[in-house]
């Protein structure tokens, strides 16, 4: 089993809304990804967790928050987005950060309109 | 990131072979993926390569130059399905991950 869940699949939200993305696995993976795909553009890395404890944030803007409360979670909280923050939003995880087990399986992302 | 570069598209034929090449960055590698996605879906994990050479799965082989920061993946026995764009992505040190912006392949009857 290689799945990543995703919910919701989609979701449209006003500029001064609160809302979050969740992520689940349950293959034992212990790092965690969040990546941000506009159309026709490849996935941009956006956050890394490795044993729940944040590994890299890629000069992310703050009003995007993420937070991993056990080691098959991942959230993302999301406040005041700007219409450009409209993408497809993917998670991934893997077996760990380490080489030969850092093979990344996403899920199907969540579409994000803001508007 | 990392000037990693594909081609933009290709186009080849049912039951043919095509090669997808990429290219990149040498400094601070540390492993190289492929990925499929077609258009609307996730990316799906097709190989990884971190030493030199070939590492071959059924009708997909992906292999390594890391002197010369390159790349190719090869699709033999092309059909219909495996029309979708072709991802190259590179590891860096301390985790860092990039995409390259992908082959869209077209495969025609």
């Known amino acids: 089993d290689t799945e990543v869940t995703q919910t919701p699949k989609h979701l449209v939200m006003g500029m001064t809304n609160k809302k979050s993305l969740k992520c689940e696995q349950h293959m034992g993976h212990r790092a965690m990804y969040w990546y941000k795909q506009k159309a026709k553009k490849p996935p941009e890395l956006m956050f890394v967790y490795s044993y729940e404890k944040l590994s890299i944030n890629e000069s992310v803007p703050s009003r995007f928050s993420p937070e991993c409360p056990n080691s098959s979670l991942l959230n993302l909280h999301l406040h005041a987005l700007q219409p450009e923050d409209s993408a497809l939003y993917l998670c991934?995880?893997?077996?760990?950060?380490?080489?030969?087990?850092?093979?990344?399986?996403f899920g199907a992302g969540t579409r994000l309109s803001v508007l | 990131g990392q000037n990693i570069d594909q081609p933009t598209e290709m186009t080849a034929t049912e039951g043919a072979i095509v090669q997808i090449n990429c290219t990149y960055q040498?400094?601070?590698?540390?492993?190289l993926f492929w990925y499929q996605q077609h258009a609307g879906e996730a990316p799906t994990f097709l190989s990884y390569?971190?030493?030199?050479g070939l590492e071959e799965k059924g009708r997909f082989s992906s292999f390594l130059s890391r002197s010369k920061g390159y790349s190719y993946l090869l699709l033999k026995e092309l059909q219909m399905k495996d029309s979708a764009s072709y991802l190259c992505?590179?590891?860096?040190?301390?985790?860092?991950?990039?995409f390259g912006s992908g082959t869209k392949l077209n495969v025609k009857p």
């Open positions: 040498t400094s601070g590698f540390n492993g």
């Open positions: 992505a590179v590891k860096y040190n301390f985790n860092k991950f990039y």
């Open positions: 390569n971190v030493l030199d």
């Open positions: 991934a995880s893997s077996q760990a950060l380490d080489p030969r087990k850092n093979i990344q399986y």
